[in-house]
């Protein structure tokens, strides 16, 4: 039996270079001296410091191990003891010129929301965004769209529930005030349901009068749930919104009962839809007091 003399020394030869070359190359990355002996000078990063820090930092993790950064619940402790201040987190963001001028996302309860309020909770308190499959998961089988969270703080709730009452009993007080029951709906559901009212009203008056026998007003009213001491006001704030409705002047009573039937669809159709219950101001009003927190959840999704 014979050997080929180069298959004894290539093979060896081929892995010497290989290391060699490894070792070359891990060379840049890691430092030449003991790092105990030599950390408060040494840059840790040799090797990565042509990138910006933090890019730095990041690939130093995934190629070196260890961790760059304390856990952020420890800053979050400290910002709360008040080791970390206020003053001390927007110097920080004042410094990060990506973000930019801070940015209007939208108004809650009369007050502007930024982009930059919102990335300070982020950081203060965690909220991170929810994967889309999750989010699905959650809205059905864990009822997220009807219950706060089990770990949401107790103040946290009790705020939240007690601005949903206050909220509620506002709506409730308006109508028959300066609102009829579609805008109280429209205004629980972002809907312009008292446009859709006001339109097929100016249908029906453009198209003539109907041979149908009218039904009473007062009938209608007490269709739609709104309390007696409240009828006259309520009648009057029909008035105001058909007021530029062209022939809605003519027969103010005609053009009420018109109003009052086409709000009876709607309102019917949007109470059904929406909350399962029929579209009546004692109705509604018991739906939202009877489960509060379903409605201050339903609230902050349609927010």
Sequence with gaps: MTTDPSAT????????????????????LLPSQGPMTTFVHHNTLHGLQHKPFEKAVAEGEL?????????VERGRARHRAGRITDADLDAVFATRTEFGPAEVLGTAGGRTITDSEIRRLQLQYGATAVPAAVLRDSMTSGDAGRRIAADVPQAARARLLSQAQRELAAGLQ??????????????LLDLDASAAVLSDVAATLAAGPIATGPTPVARLLRGLGIPTERQDAYLATIDANCTDVPGANLDPA???????????????????RHFGVPGTFEALESYFSRDLEAHALEALWRA
């Design 254 to 272: 005609h053009t009420r009962r018109l109003w009052l039937e086409a709000e009876t669809r709607v309102v019917r159709g949007l109470g059904r």
């Design 63 to 71: 190629l070196l191990g260890g961790r760059a950064y304390e856990p």
């Design 174 to 187: 308006r109508v028959g005030t300066d609102w009829t029951l579609a805008d109280w709906l429209g205004a």
């Design 9 to 28: 020394t290539t093979a060896p030869a081929d892995k010497r270079e290989r290391l060699a070359h490894e070792l070359e190359h891990w060379g840049h």
